[in-house]
C-alpha cells in the first residue's frame, strides 16, 4: 500500500467533509438564523468546518513536505490557493466573531454575516477546481 496516496485520500475525506460543512452550514443559516440559538449552533458547525479546512490543507502541505514531492502548481494554481487561504482565515474569524457578539447584534447583522460566510465558502469552492485541475 502506499503511504503517502493513503495519507492524501485521509486528508482529502477531512476536506471534502470541511467543504460541505462550510457551505451548507453557512446556506442553511440564511433560513434558519432568525432564530437566534439555531445561528449560534451553525456557527460553531461553521466554525469547526473551517478549522477542518485549514488543518487539511495544511496536512497536504506537510504530506508533501514529508515525501519531498511538492505539486508543481502555476500561477494560476498559486492564486487559487492564496485565495482559499484568504477565504478560510477570514471566515473563520467572522464565525469566530459572530459566536462572541452575535447575540447581541441585529436581525439584519446576522444576516449579513451569513451571506459573508456564505461567500467565503462558495469562493473557496469555486478556487479549489482551479487548485485542483492548473497543479
Known amino acids: 500500500m502506499d503511504l503517502q496516496n493513503l495519507g492524501y485520500a ?3 475525506v477531512v ?10 452550514g453557512a446556506v442553511a443559516s440564511l433560513w434558519l438564523a432568525p432564530r437566534p440559538e439555531l445561528g449560534r449552533s451553525l456557527a460553531w458547525l461553521v466554525l469547526s468546518g473551517w478549522a477542518a479546512q485549514m488543518a487539511s490543507g495544511a496536512a497536504f502541505g506537510a504530506i508533501s513536505y514529508y515525501y519531498g514531492q511538492f505539486p508543481d502548481l502555476s500561477a494560476i494554481a498559486m492564486v487559487a490557493l492564496a485565495l482559499k487561504v484568504a477565504c478560510a482565515v477570514s471566515a473563520f474569524f467572522l464565525a469566530a466573531f459572530y459566536l462572541l457578539h452575535g447575540a ?3 436581525t439584519a447583522w446576522r444576516h449579513g454575516v451569513w ?7 462558495a469562493t473557496a469552492l469555486t478556487a479549489a477546481a482551479f487548485l485542483r485541475w492548473f497543479s
Do not use: D, W
Open 104 to 106: 447581541s447584534q441585529s
Open 15 to 24: 476536506h471534502n467533509f470541511g467543504a460541505s460543512v462550510v457551505i451548507g
Open 10 to 12: 485521509l486528508t482529502q
Open 115 to 121: 451571506l459573508i460566510l456564505a461567500a467565503l465558502g
